[in-house]
């Protein structure tokens, strides 16, 4: 395995909620226990419903949020504290981008301006070095420099995309959050995204963290999946092998909830019951309400996210079973 | 059998840019039609015309017929007759087709005493019975919540309890789930499945999601800048897609098994519809576009048992597929 670029190490991170204007303030624990290691120049797929905790995982990898506990490591360096001039090194090389590219746009500037203002930004190159990086940059995501002088309005979604994508190349990152960069996108324009991102990817050994609902989506562009439900990782593992062979129910569940062109919906698992309240937490495993095939053990222990042979990570009673250990044996010995 | 809807020749064009260009469609009692097509391709527009929904500065030509009775340009007392009973529709975003500061038993009611002959105690046990069968847990207590005390998958159970109030014959659910979680919106689409099974009653799904209409639907009609180019029994759609934009949608789908492979995207962006290119609109987008597509539009043709498809390249796939046949 090659060295991993980024280190998430047990990070948690909850809000203070407030029921009504007088009611007590309760904690949302978005995120509870998330390790993660994305190694260099690989695609770690997030996937999880809303409310699952995936874009606050984006949010504190990237250091926008400060984690109430544990640590992210960069490049094997921990996060320099917000502000510093180490910080400010460390955020050029890595960005994010957004799921609504014309929120994330101003829309009285053009948009070779707002390519180029991170270079202004972080003091790269001189003023006719930058105007050229902007260029190579729109070439790159396959725009000329006339796309480059209109304003976020004048262009079509996939080419607001495209811009966004650009500006956060433009300080040369390693690392890049994508935070359902498609899911806005018609079909056809959300294949040309995939296939540029996944084009630059190669080109420019990026390494990613893909957030996103979409199964499809994720499965196309990652080498590693892991699958969030209430803030934590309850199955991880390489992307083919985790949505052809789903261990976890709740992955299962997901799994048979995608629709797929030719198959019927027979067979198909519908979970019962609604997404639940990250403020109410269910005791021990968060997915028991919900779950097909829960038993009393669930309802009081909450499952921890072990091995279960090859590089396939559960959180799950029914797949662990009571000795991990033996029962990943068993399976490799299978 | 005499087609439930049938719609020829509808155009629509907001001040003066037309939008809909000719849409031709049959809908039997009970059928499952499907449209797919990407945002701005005319497929709410359709049903939002069909139905007198639009503004009034839209222009609608055309002829849309139910049970054989034009409703085209209808007059409003006969119109109200048909929306919401015998044509109810659903949309993608629920919350915002509620009452926010109504209970849910007085919206429900509402509908109820519009298109059935209730009164009472019978609207109110009527109303209990629809928000059981859309699965709503504790229906008699819930009845009195208002909207926003129930989650994104209850409030669309809620609208589509409402929309079935009139036991309408045809329902029209633009985009149901799009907005759902996938977990919920597998619980939406299995609701609607049953309740159409249960009540014998037709549906046009209308979603950009494929799969979500391959699996709902007996029949897909592909729409492309406000015309409809191909329309096909779903599994023969999936399965072997002939309009160069049908299997371009198709082939940017990411495969959920088997091997990867690249997406096969289409170039470029769909027409904006105040300079539409002459002849067929997908050309400039079109691999297999040649000369004579920039003439003129081609119109839909049949090129097998209940298949259609407008487009003149498709000559040569349509050869094959009847010559294969022949063997």
């Known amino acids: 395995m090659s060295v991993p670029l980024v280190e998430v190490a047990a990070i948690s991170r909850s809000y203070a909620m407030r029921s009504g204007m007088f009611g007590r303030s309760t904690a949302v624990h978005a995120v509870d226990g998330v390790s993660l290691t994305i190694p260099k120049g690989e695609t770690l797929g997030l996937v999880g419903e809303s409310g699952s905790g995936k874009s606050t995982t984006g949010r504190i990898v990237l250091g926008l949020e400060p984690p109430d506990r544990g640590a992210v490591r960069f490049d094997e360096k921990p996060m320099a504290a917000p502000g510093t001039a180490a910080w400010r090194a460390q955020r050029a090389r890595m960005q994010m981008i957004f799921q609504d590219p014309l929120g994330a746009l101003d829309r009285r500037l053009p948009v070779a301006a707002q390519i180029r203002e991170p270079l202004d930004i972080h003091g790269v190159g001189t003023p006719a070095e930058r105007e050229e990086r902007v260029r190579e940059l729109l070439r790159a995501v396959e725009l000329t420099p006339a796309h480059g002088a209109r304003y976020p309005g004048a262009l079509s979604g996939g080419q607001r995309q495209r811009i966004v994508l650009a500006r956060a190349l433009a300080t040369k990152p390693d690392f890049l959050v994508c935070d359902e960069p498609v899911s806005a996108l018609d079909v056809s324009i959300q294949a040309q995204v995939v296939n540029l991102l996944a084009d630059l990817q190669a080109q420019l050994s990026l390494t990613l963290l893909f957030i996103s609902h979409d199964l499809r989506v994720v499965r196309q562009i990652s080498s590693v999946v892991a699958v969030m439900y209430l803030g934590r990782i309850v199955e991880l593992g390489s992307a083919d092998d985790l949505f052809a062979r789903p261990e976890h129910p709740y992955t299962q569940a997901l799994v048979s909830a995608s629709p797929a062109p030719g198959r019927r919906s027979a067979g198909r698992i519908v979970l019962s019951g609604d997404p639940p309240n990250p403020a109410a937490r269910p005791k021990g495993c968060a997915f028991h309400p919900r779950c097909p095939c829960a038993i009393a053990r669930c309802a009081t222990e909450t499952p921890i996210l072990s091995a279960v042979g090859g590089d396939r990570q559960v959180a799950c009673h029914l797949v662990t079973g009571s000795k991990p250990a033996t029962k990943a044996a068993t399976r490799d010995a299978a | ?327």
């Open chain 2, 1 to 327: 059998m005499p087609p439930l809807v049938s719609i020829e020749g509808l155009s629509v064009a907001f001040n003066g840019v037309p939008v809909l260009r000719g849409v031709d469609l049959k809908l039997q009692k009970g059928e499952a039609l499907g449209l797919v097509g990407e945002s701005g391709s005319g497929k709410s527009v359709t049903w939002l015309a069909a139905l007198g929904l639009l503004p009034r500065h839209a222009r609608v030509s055309g002829s849309v017929r139910l049970d054989g009775g034009e409703i085209l340009g209808a007059g409003e007392a006969e119109l109200d007759q048909v929306r919401g009973g015998r044509v109810a529709m659903i949309f993608q975003d629920p919350a915002s087709a509620l009452n926010p500061v109504l209970t849910i038993r007085k919206q429900l009611c509402e509908t109820l005493a519009l298109h059935r002959d209730l009164s009472g105690a019978a609207v109110k046990a009527e109303a209990l019975r629809l928000l059981d069968l859309v699965g709503i847990p504790d229906a008699a207590r819930r009845l009195s919540a208002y909207p926003h005390e129930f989650s994104g998958g209850q409030v669309q159970r809620i609208m589509i309890a409402m929309a079935l109030a009139g036991n309408p014959d045809l329902l029209i659910a633009d985009e149901p789930t799009t907005a759902l979680d996938a977990t919920i919106q597998a619980q939406i689409l299995e609701l609607l499945w049953s309740i159409r099974r249960e009540m014998g009653m037709a549906m046009v799904l209308i979603s950009h999601d494929l799969g979500v209409v391959a699996e709902n639907c007996d029949r897909v009609a592909v729409m492309y800048a406000g015309r409809i180019v191909e329309e096909a029994p779903s599994n023969q759609l999936f399965a072997d897609p002939v309009h160069p934009y049908a299997q371009g949608l198709i082939g940017a789908l990411p495969p959920l098994d088997g091997p990867r492979r690249r997406l096969t995207a289409i170039a470029g962006t769909v027409p904006d519809p105040a300079s539409m290119p002459g002849g067929c609109a997908f050309a400039p987008r079109c691999a297999l576009a040649a000369e004579p597509c920039g003439h003129a539009a081609p119109s839909l043709a049949p090129i097998a048992d209940s298949r259609t498809v407008a487009c003149i390249r498709a000559e040569a796939s349509r050869r094959a597929l009847l010559g294969m046949a022949a063997e």
